[in-house]
């Protein structure tokens, strides 16, 4: 049995769990993250999804520091 249409906002999903607990995830290509950023920019920033923006400085707070 199958979820209902989920979107993920760079993707819609639907979930199913096979009879050993096994969960799956079908996913679509887009629309991709260029929803919220241009193709030439994409992964100059940190992006959050709307559900989480009322948190992103938190989150931000919590992630280890990246070297480059």
């Known amino acids: 049995m199958f979820t209902e249409v989920k979107d993920r906002n760079y993707f819609k999903a639907i979930y199913m769990r096979e009879r050993g607990g096994i969960i799956f995830e079908f996913a679509t290509?887009?629309?991709g993250f260029t929803i919220d950023e241009p193709f030439d920019k994409l992964g100059?920033?940190?992006?959050?999804?709307?559900?989480?923006?009322?948190?992103?400085?938190?989150?931000?707070q919590q992630l280890p520091p990246i070297r480059i």
């Open 44 to 60: 100059e920033q940190l992006m959050f999804p709307s559900q989480y923006e009322d948190r992103k400085e938190a989150l931000l």
């Open 29 to 31: 290509v887009g629309p």
